[in-house]
């Protein structure tokens, strides 16, 4: 079975700020990888679909890089309406798995 | 529009059986695979299982295998997971989504939850 592993688990930054999430896969995976946004409450959102493509109606300072087993989800420039939970999923093979998630707030 | 709604959720004893049902709308189901995903209070994301756009392949997470099946009616564009010998730890909150091959999960509805207690 493939397992994510998703850094940092938490994330505080400033409004503006970079941010950067890294998902690590425990095989290659190719660009079968996905990025979700979850606020509470609500069902997760689709930000990014096959590791580098943005969804659409996604701002575009959400960015999604890498392929193999090293993926990352950018904020260019964080916003207050950003602060949620961001998991990376991977859609290589069965089992499905997501990532523990990063949970990301304002500083 | 695209819609996706779950129903079925609710109070069932430990050993108990319960029926989710996902309805949906908006786009060609026959043409995709469907999925059940769950999330326990306070906890990440977990992949339940998946059914293929022609009923013939389904797939299980371990912790589920054996005790919930995943079944699909195209003529009224819904999938359904039935739960038995449900446990404690099935608690969670339990959403459909749509699925595009090797791509994402694109389209989610709003969950409907399940407890499992005595």
């Known amino acids: 079975d493939i397992q994510l592993t998703q850094s940092p688990s938490f994330l505080s930054a400033s409004v503006g700020d970079r941010v950067t999430i890294t998902c690590r896969a425990s095989q290659v995976i190719n660009n079968h990888l996905a990025w979700y946004q979850q606020k509470p409450g609500k069902a997760p959102k689709l930000l990014i679909y096959s590791a580098f493509n943005l969804q659409s109606g996604v701002p575009s300072r959400f960015s999604g890089s890498g392929s193999g087993t090293e993926f990352t989800l950018t904020i260019s420039s964080l916003q207050p309406e950003d602060v949620a939970t961001y998991y990376c999923?991977?859609?290589?093979?069965?089992?499905?798995?997501f990532g523990g998630g990063t949970k990301v707030e304002i500083k | 529009e695209v819609h996706l709604v779950e129903s079925g959720g609710g109070l069932v004893e430990p050993g108990g059986s319960l029926r989710l049902s996902c309805a949906t709308s908006?786009?060609?189901?026959?043409?995709?695979?469907m999925n059940w995903v769950r999330q326990a209070q306070g906890k990440g994301l977990e992949w339940v299982a998946s059914i293929g756009s022609s009923d013939i392949h389904t797939f299980y997470a371990d912790s589920v295998k054996g005790r919930f099946s995943i079944s699909r009616d195209n003529a009224k564009n819904s999938v359904y997971l039935q739960m038995n010998s449900l446990r404690v730890e099935d608690t969670a909150v339990y959403y459909c989504?749509?699925?595009?091959?090797?791509?994402?999960?694109?389209?989610w509805g709003q969950g409907t939850l399940v407890t499992v207690s005595s």
């Open positions: 989504a749509r699925d595009i091959p090797f791509s994402s999960f694109d389209m």
């Open positions: 999923q991977h859609l290589h093979t069965y089992p499905l798995s």
């Open positions: 908006g786009f060609i189901f026959s043409g995709h695979t």
